[in-house]
């Protein structure tokens, strides 16, 4: 059983994600959060876009509390910047421009006689 004191940076994995933090595990006997306020020093809106179940990340120990097996731990001070810049999809409707292709004659017509008239 390792031990670990505040202070260390050591490797985690990613095990679950709650609108408050995602939770982690370094081994066996060690797990530990990581609180919203301790990914990044942006606005989070989706913890996702940060981390995701699965990931491995650098985490700092930054307490110990009295029950030892489970630690507060900040992502923020040890890596980079953890943003995924998801590019989100959008789906296109059936209709597509189309609407829009056909209503821009007579938007242009409408706007040329606006024009004329000052």
Request: proline residues 2%; aromatic residues 10%; positive net charge.
């Amino acid at each position: 059983m390792t031990e670990y004191k505040k202070g260390d940076v050591v490797k985690a994995r990613i095990t679950a994600i709650e609108s408050y933090g995602a939770f982690a595990t370094l081994d066996n006997d060690y797990s530990g959060l990581i609180h919203i306020s301790e990914l990044t020093d942006r606005f989070v809106k989706d913890i996702t876009d940060y981390v995701e179940i699965g990931d491995v990340i650098n985490v700092l120990i930054i307490d110990i509390p009295k029950e030892k097996n489970h630690l507060k731990l900040s992502a923020k001070k040890v890596n980079g910047d953890l943003y995924k810049n998801k590019t989100r999809k959008l789906k296109e409707t059936v209709f597509g421009f189309y609407l829009l292709k056909s209503a821009l004659p007579t938007w242009i017509k409408e706007k040329m006689e606006e024009i004329n008239k000052n």
